[in-house]
């Protein structure tokens, strides 16, 4: 405990050990500090197909030609929507209902779920019109490889998602979960919906 | 118990005003894009700062940023944001260096 001289009063120390830094409990900081590595793994393969289009004398392909953005458009309303299912899943937790922690978190579990299968969709269609990830028929080689790199690893995080909060609802019925934990989930998601806001202007509107 | 029956019931229906405005801003973007009615540093611009509103929007509400100590947040945000504007910057200046030098 230290104590000021000129004020008289008493604070303790954030170096002595058993106060929370930033008034956080461990698993958000946790959390907040694999996110943090988690982003720039992200901002490194952005950047890497900022270098590969800049870099690029040829033309990149037209992602009016490429892509169906209405279907893009349809993907990031499931993204965001599940992104306010999980939102509304912490609130829930927070406030002790546990029904309702559990409709939201499966409700955010279909939405990742139908999220991953319009992935797969678009997926199939690129890789039937002969997008690879060494070749594409649309100009660029390295169009694809940027492509089924970025959303591929976007894809598995939203897998992931699902799976994590697929068993945050099965223990939030055990009763065996806690708001904290559930709020962590809540984080890696709404990560995952922000690093698709990037994804979705960088890929595929500029 | 009202009380944090309330208090949740307004947390969610903040949320979905935050999905209106985050479904708003994307379908403006895409429209904007469609049309191609701007010219196209105007354009990446435009949808550079609509990026930047949502990425906010979710950081801040979603992820309670905004409530979180400022000091917490200064260092998530700040480290992210200076790191990736060091590395898309410098990455930048080398892309334009090989373009220089392939389009010879």
Redesign the interface.
């Known amino acids: 405990m230290e104590t000021s001289q000129a004020t008289g009063v008493t604070k303790q120390s954030l170096w002595n050990g058993g106060v929370a830094p ?3 409990g461990n698993a958000k900081l946790t959390i ?1 500090i694999f996110l ?1 590595g988690d ?2 793994l992200f ?2 393969f ?3 197909y ?2 590969a289009r ?4 040829a033309p990149w392909p037209d992602r ?1 030609v490429v892509f169906s ?1 209405p279907f ?2 349809l993907m ?2 499931i993204l ?2 599940s ?2 299912t ?3 899943a912490v ?2 937790s ?4 546990r029904s ?1 922690t559990k409709m939201y978190l499966w409700l955010t579990v279909l939405g990742g779920l139908i999220f991953l299968g319009c992935q797969a969709f678009e997926w199939s269609t690129l890789i039937g019109e002969g997008a690879s990830m060494k070749s594409n028929p649309w100009g660029v080689p390295l169009f694809g490889a940027c492509f089924f790199g970025i959303t591929g690893f976007h894809g598995a995080h939203v897998l992931s998602g699902v799976i994590i909060n697929a068993i945050s609802a099965r223990r939030v019925a055990k009763n065996s979960d806690t708001p904290e934990t559930v709020e962590a989930s ?2 890696y998601w ?2 995952i ?2 690093v698709w ?2 994804i ?3 890929f595929y ?2 | 118990m009202e009380q944090t029956h309330n208090a949740q019931s307004n947390s969610v229906k903040s949320y979905w005003i935050i999905w209106f405005i985050l479904l708003a801003l994307s379908v403006g973007m895409i429209i904007l894009d469609q049309t191609r009615s701007l010219g196209r540093g105007m354009l990446i611009g435009i949808l550079l700062v609509g990026m930047s509103v949502k990425a906010w929007l979710i950081s801040s509400r979603f992820m309670h940023l905004k409530y979180e100590k400022r000091n917490f947040t200064l260092i998530l945000v700040l480290s992210t944001l200076i790191l990736a504007a060091f590395l898309f910057g410098l990455i930048s200046v080398d892309a334009l260096n090989v373009l220089h030098h392939l389009s010879r």
């Open positions: 930033f008034n956080t907040w943090t982003a720039l901002a490194a952005l950047t890497a900022a270098f800049i870099s690029s004398p009016a953005l893009i458009a990031t309303f965001i929507t992104s306010v999980m939102a509304s609130a829930a927070k406030a002790g209902d309702k809540g984080l709404h990560f919906d922000l806001v990037f979705f202007t960088l509107l500029i």
